[in-house]
């Protein structure tokens, strides 16, 4: 059993920068991908922005927030961190962290099945 725990969110204005936390508490650390999601008011869907494999220390960040979002670990704290640079009002969102057990990369964000409860990051003008 895996749980998570995202913490870091918040108001701020365009331009600035937040840093979310998402611990990650269970029987394995490593052997895992973490990934961090978003969802805006309305949609269903959760989006995948970021990925690490816990293990190998691959990451990835989708093209379109490249440059601007930065995922990383404390695999001493058990720790995934995104650092979101530049924010924009379109980044409001609810962002959580999900895992899923991976062996080398990781899966297609879809297959993401442990969930954390959510942080909310609100970015105004």
């Known amino acids: 059993q895996v749980q998570l725990v995202e913490s870091g969110g918040g108001s701020v204005q365009a331009g600035e920068s937040l840093r979310l936390s998402c611990v990650v508490n269970g029987d394995t650390y490593r052997g895992l991908c973490i990934g961090w999601f978003r969802q805006t008011p309305g949609k269903e869907e959760r989006t995948g922005v970021a990925e690490i494999n816990t293990a190998h220390d691959f990451a990835y960040v989708v093209p379109p927030e490249k440059g601007r979002f930065t995922i990383s670990q404390d695999s001493a704290k058990n720790t995934v961190f995104l650092e979101m640079n530049s924010l924009k009002e379109e980044d409001s969102a609810e962002y959580y962290c999900?895992?899923?057990?991976?062996?080398?990369?990781?899966?297609?964000?879809?297959?993401?099945?442990?969930w954390g409860q959510g942080t909310q990051v609100t970015v105004s003008s």
């Open positions: 999900a895992a899923v057990q991976a062996t080398i990369g990781c899966p297609p964000f879809k297959q993401y099945n442990y």
